[in-house]
């Protein structure tokens, strides 16, 4: 079975002369929930707009189920649902129409398309505004409405580029258990996004790129055995009248009754307990410093730079 | 699904949307065709035209008809397409089209026939509008109906290319503006060119929009300054070569994709 994304030696030259990617490999693998992460300007948009055919690649190929983009431009858009990271739809066209002439694109019948378009809609939480014009919507209501337009054509890679950007926690959430749902009847998502909580809570695979590069490519728990330490913050019953010694951890004080404590891999939260309880120190709550993505994606970043640097 | 299927579909969908888009704003795209038409019957048909006497063998207002009625489909066929293209592209919501398989010939087709749409239903107004003044007979059909849907086409694929290159609002009036209402005045639609010198006649024989308006003429009123069959070649060559250029833009994505 051929992947739902194969990207081989893509490149990217834009007539500034920006380099914007410098020959990627990927393989996205059907039913997957991958996660494309990467800074800004790293080449995420990039490569999804040549994939997406919005942008001309400069040299490489891109494989959508096996559909070549160069020889069979039309399978590869048929497979494809795009949510773009800016506002694309006309702002002065009905809620129900952009996603109905969505549909008419993809050759699916006037009559179908507006069957299809209330189903996705209701999905959605959209369909009471179905009359309304789409620039009355709210940010939120305006990402949910170009998530029902990629979807309106039943495509089976959706691409979505910082679909939650600038939502609440709550449609977030919300999102977020749509877009499960989505992959888990078996549509496959390649999700770019800031927010590295949301790929760690969503995605299987993370493909990391920097400066026009893939820098790392494997399954989010692959990734995660790679991170040297973690950092944990906790909140003790009494305050804190020194800090002990624990052999192996590094601990900070940061107020009276917060501690930070760094656990290098090796060691095990369990055997900080014994070593606080030996010291009389009582935990009543602990959590994470940052999400374990979000270490790894500033350390992978951190490393990147010195590497810029030490090059120059 | 066929090739063919899926064109058809996404042609009916963006003739839809056209036809919608302008029918949503009446008052800004039918209503002032129609008011400007009785203003110039007002004033060039009855109060100046009375006192003009008759021109080829036709009472003034009459031969003003076939003229007025063409201007506005050019105007109309050429506005719709480049206001709703180049919006497409302002608003990004182009975009939609360009990730779709809608084979490109769909997607000027699509939009083409919006204008010509256009182009008939205020063509149409403007021709009632034209009757409370004149009464009017159709010497010929079939001449009447091909040039005023083949005129509308050629303007609305103009229209199409200027949009593709247009980066601001600007750029879609200009050539409204500066090329195609001084071509249209000097095209003959309020005299014959029989009556200029003949070294402005010659010149005026480069202007294509005098061989619209002229076979135009010649199809309601049975009088032209032109041959009729270079006036259809020359309007069929036209909308070959722009029709050609149009879509070799959307095949190289020029003004469309990075």
Redesign the interface.
């Known amino acids: 079975m051929p992947p739902a994304l194969s990207l081989h030696n893509l490149r990217k030259t834009?007539r500034s002369g920006v380099e914007a990617l410098k020959g990627i490999d990927l393989d996205v693998a059907e039913g997957e929930f991958c996660a494309l992460l990467g800074p800004n300007g790293a080449g995420k948009s990039t490569a999804i707009?040549i994939v997406?055919?919005?942008?001309?690649k400069t040299g490489g190929e891109v494989h959508v189920f096996g559909h070549d983009l160069d020889r069979d431009?039309?399978?590869v858009?048929?497979c494809?649902g795009?949510v773009?990271q800016?506002f694309?739809?006309?702002?002065f066209?009905p809620v129900a129409?952009i996603v109905?002439?969505?549909a008419?694109?993809?050759?699916?019948?006037?009559r179908e398309?507006w069957v299809r378009a209330e189903a996705v809609l209701r999905q959605l939480d959209l369909w009471d505004r179905r009359t309304v014009m789409a620039r009355t919507l709210s940010g939120g209501m305006k990402r949910r409405l170009m998530i029902a337009?990629a979807l309106v054509h039943r495509p089976r890679l959706l691409i979505l580029d910082e679909p939650t950007a600038g939502v609440d926690i709550e449609i977030r959430r919300a999102m977020w258990d749509f877009l499960r749902e989505t992959n888990r009847q078996g549509t496959t998502i390649i999700l770019t996004t800031h927010y590295l909580e949301e790929a760690e809570r969503l995605c299987r695979q993370v493909a990391i790129i920097n400066h026009g590069e893939i820098v790392e490519n494997a399954s989010i728990g692959a990734l995660l055995e790679k991170l040297h330490t973690e950092s944990f913050v906790l909140d003790l019953r009494e305050p804190l009248r020194y800090v002990p010694a624990l052999p192996g951890y590094e601990l900070r004080r940061l107020d009276e009754t917060t501690l930070e404590v760094v656990v290098p891999r090796g060691r095990t939260v369990s055997g900080l307990f014994d070593g606080l309880a030996r010291c009389g120190i009582e935990v009543s709550s602990l959590r994470n410093k940052q999400n374990r993505l979000e270490q790894f994606f500033i350390d992978m970043v951190d490393r990147g730079r010195q590497a810029q640097g030490g090059a120059q | 699904m066929s090739r063919w299927r899926l064109s058809a579909h996404a042609f009916r969908t963006i003739l839809t949307k056209e036809i919608l888009r302008f029918s949503r704003i009446w008052l800004q795209t039918v209503l002032p065709p129609m008011v400007t038409t009785a203003l110039y019957f007002v004033i060039f048909g009855r109060l100046i035209g009375s006192r003009l006497g008759e021109m080829d063998g036709h009472p003034y207002i009459d031969f003003i008809v076939p003229g007025l009625i063409l201007m506005s489909v050019i105007s109309n066929s050429y506005a719709n397409v480049v206001s709703s293209f180049y919006n497409a592209k302002f608003q990004r919501h182009v975009e939609e089209l360009l990730i779709s398989p809608v084979p490109n010939a769909v997607i000027l087709g699509g939009y083409v026939a919006g204008g010509v749409v256009r182009g008939l239903v205020v063509g149409t107004a403007v021709t009632v509008v034209a009757s409370f003044f004149t009464d009017f007979a159709v010497h010929s059909y079939a001449v009447t109906v091909a040039v005023f849907l083949l005129t509308s086409m050629l303007f609305a694929t103009a229209g199409f290319v200027n949009a593709v290159f247009a980066n601001s609002f600007d750029d879609i009036s200009v050539i409204p503006t500066f090329v195609l209402t001084p071509l249209t005045y000097l095209g003959g639609v309020f005299y014959s060119v029989s009556l200029l010198p003949e070294v402005w006649q010659r010149v005026s024989f480069a202007n294509p929009v005098l061989y619209m308006i002229n076979a135009f003429r010649y199809g309601l009123l049975g009088v032209t300054d032109i041959d009729l069959g270079l006036a259809f070649g020359l309007i069929v060559a036209f909308i070959v070569a722009l029709g050609g250029f149009a879509l070799w833009l959307l095949d190289r994505g020029i003004g469309l994709k990075s």
């Open positions: 834009y707009g997406a055919s919005l942008v001309r431009p039309g399978g858009k048929a494809i795009l773009p800016e694309n739809f006309n702002q066209e129409e109905v002439n969505q008419g694109y993809y050759g699916v019948p006037r398309a337009r």
